[in-house]
């Protein structure tokens, strides 16, 4: 699995600078509204942004109220993202499997379109489970496949150099939280190929 990490880093690393306007960046950009219209819910308390990319979404919810953290994988991104937010937020490298965060710090934890790309979901859940406050809440957005397309976007994923992983189905996602210890508030298609899962720990 330690290659699927080292595809992500060499294709974010290579694609940072020009991520926004990339195939990528304007995939998830649909995925951007649904997120913060829910993050409205919350205007206080500490954040973290898994996977948080160029800084597209942290940019967005500065409000001098919230304290902002991300991490990601590629140290290019981090640094994209760092630049755009300045002081605003603490930006870090770091593997959503092992995050520099001590027990119970965050109130809310979100995650957009990068849990795809984590080949061991269960420990990165266990990992957000671990740095989120008892009834913290988790926003998961990512892409979403019906048979049987999924299982042929899951084949394509072996051949690929994006560091992709695994497309999930919305019942085997559901289940996969709840066996890590979180509550589904609501799960949201926002697209017809985006879908937002929502939990609390």
Do not use: W
Not at 55 to 75: A, Q, Y
Request: aromatic share 10%.
């Amino acid at each position: 699995m330690k290659e699927e990490k080292e595809k992500s880093i060499k294709h974010f690393n290579s694609t940072a600078g020009e991520y926004d306007s990339s195939f990528d960046g304007r995939f998830v950009k649909v995925m951007y509204e649904p997120l913060l219209d829910e993050l409205d819910k919350n205007v206080e308390g500490k954040l973290l942004d898994v996977g948080c990319g160029t800084g597209n979404i942290l940019c967005k919810l500065v409000n001098g109220k919230r304290e902002l953290f991300g991490i990601d994988l590629s140290e290019n991104m981090v640094r994209e993202c760092s630049k755009r937010m300045e002081d605003s937020a603490e930006i870090k490298v770091s593997d959503a499997e092992h995050m520099p965060y001590k027990d119970n710090f965050f109130d809310v934890l979100i995650c957009n379109a990068s849990f795809h790309h984590y080949p061991h979901p269960e420990e990165v859940l266990k990992e957000m489970k671990r740095v989120l406050k008892s009834g913290g809440r988790l926003l998961i957005g990512e892409g979403y496949a019906i048979q049987p397309f999924r299982a042929i976007l899951n084949l394509s994923f072996h051949f690929s150099d994006s560091g992709d992983f695994k497309s999930y189905g919305k019942h085997e996602f559901i289940r996969m939280l709840e066996d890590n210890g979180f509550k589904i508030d609501e799960v949201k298609k926002t697209s017809n190929r985006t879908i937002l899962y929502i939990a609390k720990a």
